[in-house]
């Protein structure tokens, strides 16, 4: 695949985005391959699949919700920079952890706000050597809600399988809820902030550069998790951060209603969190 002949594809199936050759189509991933993703499909997925499959209402404004929501701009910005999990399957830690941060800066009414949560912590002390097989999103939010996760300066990332390393946590999980249906989704999204989501992923949405994904063409390459941080339904899509360092909209992407499994084969994971830190050193 090349991402020339992609973009005719793009056209002739008149989708609305724009393929164009990255780091990440670079890597020229194959099957089952973690490094750049890490959602690991187990039995207990393919349970969920069953769980929250949806087919109804997929495309139907959420009544009494906004048709419109973006935390990155919604009376100032409650999402953190973009990261980069780099060489590791640590995609469900870095998903959680921008979750997290979000949801801090939301429940402390200050957009803009500090907060740097380490990913190694959560990914190295709740998963362990998982770089090569991924984790669960639902593991990774019980460790932070029986532990707790840390700041970055306390335990900096570092691609590839880490010990654990013991710190003081920052921020705990109280509580979380998994969003199954369409309104649940938007309702946690509007009400309380970004969510968790798992989708599939196909060759060709490592070309993605800019616009609304719609699978085109290209062979499933694997899992992974990322941060749903508003949605459009004028443009019918969701908006959510990557980890995936400066990929598609500056780390960001928007990906069509029903596409992936995002939203029809997993649930929206909604937590409640709380500070037990100090987030200044």
Known sequence: MDAVTLQQMINLYGASWTAEENDISRARLRPGEMNLMGLAFTEEMRLQQLQFAESTELFEAAIGLPAFIDWRNNNGNYVTAVKNQASCGSCVSFATCAVLESRVRIGQQSPGLSIDLSEAHLFSCGCGNCCATGWLPNRALDFAKSYGVGLERDFPYQPGDQACKTIPPAV????????????????????????????????????????????????????????????????????????????????????????????????????????????VA
């Open 172 to 279: 705990k999980v109280s509580g979380y809820s998994a969003a199954s249906s369409t309104s649940a989704r938007k309702q946690a999204i509007s009400l309380r902030g970004p969510v968790s989501a798992s989708m599939a992923v196909y060759e060709d949405f490592t070309y993605y550069s800019k616009g609304i994904y719609k699978h085109v063409t290209g062979s499933l390459v694997g899992y992974h998790q990322v941060c749903v941080v508003g949605y459009d339904d004028q443009s019918q899509c969701w908006i959510a951060k990557n980890s995936w360092g400066n990929w598609g909209e500056s780390g960001f992407f928007r990906i069509a209603y029903g596409e992936c499994g995002l939203d029809t084969q997993y649930p929206f994971y909604d937590p409640e969190v709380r500070l037990v830190g100090n987030l």
